[in-house]
């Protein structure tokens, strides 16, 4: 599967960001998909994955309660909506998938080329 990222931007704090990952080939509702994010010189971690049917999702502590993640398996998409953006929000987003779950410790398979999300205080 070959993903690909957009809805990244410039926004202000408190402002809201949906994120698009797009994935090619007609075997989307088999993957797990989650989104990641990477900081300037910090490592890479999970924000958010989604199983197969959309129905059970998990979060990282620090965007529980703002950034809801979904599917649609019929146009082939996951999204990230992100509510209340926080500086520390900032980073490039990157969507994921793998044939099983994805957790905070996995490294999936396929990758999409990253987002730059930068919020200003």
């Known amino acids: 599967v070959q993903l690909q990222a957009s809805g990244g931007g410039l926004v202000q704090a408190g402002d809201s960001l949906r994120l698009s990952c797009a994935a090619s080939g007609r075997s989307f509702a088999r993957y797990f998909m989650g989104w990641f994010r990477q900081a300037s010189g910090k490592e890479r971690e999970s924000v958010a994955t989604i199983n197969l049917s959309g129905s059970v999702t998990n979060y990282a502590g620090s965007v529980k309660g703002r950034f809801v993640i979904s599917r649609d398996n019929v146009k082939n998409m996951v999204y990230l909506q992100m509510n209340s953006l926080k500086p520390e929000d900032t980073a490039v987003y990157y969507c994921?998938?793998?044939?099983?779950?994805?957790?905070?410790?996995?490294?999936?398979?396929?990758w999409g080329q990253g987002t730059q999300v930068t919020v200003s205080s």
């Open positions: 994921a998938a793998d044939l099983n779950w994805i957790s905070s410790a996995s490294h999936p398979s396929y």
